[in-house]
Each structure stands twice: as C-alpha cells, then as structure tokens.
C-alpha cells in the first residue's frame, strides 16, 4: 500500500468513528485503522502520535455529541418534558454509537476528554437544578440518573431486553420513577 492523498487528521478520526461503531472500541487498532484508510501503519503516524491519541480524540469526540444532542433536544423544555428528551437521546446516542460511548468514557484522565465529561456533567445538572436539587446533593442526583440511562443502553446494546414493550417506553417510565424519588428526597429535606 502507498500513502494515499487526502489522508487528514479528520478523516482518520471519522474512519475511527466509524471502525469503533461497527465493530467495537477494541477493534480499533493503527493496523485496522490503517488498512481502512489504504495506507501503510507507519504512515499513520505522519498525521497522529499513536492509538493513545485516537483513543482520547475519540472520547472527546463521543462526549461532545452526547452533551451538544443533549442540549439541543432539550431547548425550550421544561424540567420533566427536558430530562425525559435527554433520555430517550441519550440511550438513543448509546445504542446508535456504542463505540463512541465507550471511548467517551476511556482516558478520562487526559485533560480534554476530562473537560467535556465536566461539561456533560454540568449540563445534567443543569436540567436536574430546576426540581430545587440542593447543591450537596447535586452530584448524587447527576451520578444516578447518567448510571440509570447508561444501564438502559449498556443492556439494550447486550440484546438484554427480550420483551416486546418499547424500550422508549420503559426508558420514560423509569426516568419518571427517578424524579419522583429526586422530588419526594427534596421535599423531605425541606
């Protein structure tokens, strides 16, 4: 194989995108990826240091769609109607990109892919702050409902849900459970 024109930094990471997707976040490797793009490994390396910043470029790639989708989905919504849309988007963008959430969630100690799991962190937030969640409980509130709906994904991703009723369905169901909780805990403590 000869390097092949037009060869970009972006390209790689779409073909990356693409590669992690299709076949898993450990598919991915610089001769799997390399082979995609018709070029020879070492070749790779004229555009990126290695699989480590692929990795990271990745995840922060991955977080970036799921908190810009987040957003989006839920302007002009208020409190229930916006947690419930992220929902339902969120275990959508995990069941239509499962190679990117995995990668979202892969070298959260780089500084980059840490800033947009904050940013993402922060945006849940501030869809759980309109039920009057108290700031010491915030993190709680943000931590439970991310692992309520990376659940539903994960699982739906596995073909774990055998039954015929919408995952949508239960999706909605179990989020509404949820801020009945967050409401009862913050009326508790009032």
């Known amino acids: 194989m000869s390097p092949r024109m037009g060869v970009?930094?972006?390209?790689?990471m779409d073909i990356a995108a693409e590669i992690v997707d299709?076949?898993?976040f450990s598919a991915l490797t610089i001769a799997t990826l390399s082979k995609k793009l018709n070029?020879?490994?070492p070749s790779l390396y004229n555009h990126v240091s290695g699989l480590h910043e692929i990795q990271a470029t990745l995840a922060v790639k991955g977080l970036s769609?799921?908190?810009e989708k987040g957003i989006q989905i839920t302007e002009g919504l208020d409190k229930e109607e916006a947690v419930l849309a992220f929902a339902r988007q969120y275990v959508q963008f995990v069941r239509e990109h499962p190679g990117l959430y995995e990668a979202a969630f892969s070298h959260m100690n780089e500084k980059e892919v840490?800033?947009?799991g904050e940013r993402?962190?922060?945006?849940?937030q501030s869809i759980m702050s309109r039920f009057g969640v108290k700031e010491e409980e915030m993190t709680h509130v943000v931590r439970g409902l991310r692992s309520l709906l990376h659940g539903f994904g994960d699982?739906?991703?596995k073909k774990g849900f055998q039954r015929k009723e919408q995952l949508e369905e239960s999706v909605s169901y179990a989020v509404r459970l949820?801020?009945?909780g967050v409401l009862q805990k913050t009326d508790l403590s009032r």
Do not use: W
């Open 8 to 12: 970009t930094h972006e390209k790689i």
């Open 22 to 24: 299709k076949e898993g």
């Open 39 to 41: 070029i020879r490994p």
């Open 65 to 67: 769609m799921l908190c």
């Open 114 to 116: 840490n800033i947009e």
């Open 120 to 124: 993402l962190a922060e945006f849940v």
């Open 155 to 157: 699982i739906s991703n």
């Open 178 to 180: 949820y801020i009945t």
